[in-house]
């Protein structure tokens, strides 16, 4: 659900399909937007897109700040 192509958002992570990237998702959804009100402020975007996007990021995290168990 989530892609990087270099001719899409300058190789962002984007919601496949879209032109959304992670980083727009993820701060509507820190700024406390349900699901519902971001579908409305992206059409084009639908739920699976913002699951996704939010699985995306807790790996990208979780490889950057390994726990101490796997450390």
Known sequence: ???RDPSVCHGQAVAR????MVSVILGCLVA???EV????????LDVEG???AAVYEGEL????Y??????
């Open 1 to 3: 659900m989530i892609r």
């Open 17 to 20: 399909g879209t032109r959304i």
């Open 32 to 34: 406390g937007m349900t």
């Open 37 to 44: 009100e971001i579908l409305e402020e992206y059409p084009t």
């Open 50 to 52: 913002i699951r996704a």
């Open 61 to 64: 995290v979780r490889d950057e």
């Open 66 to 71: 390994p726990s101490v168990a796997s450390a």
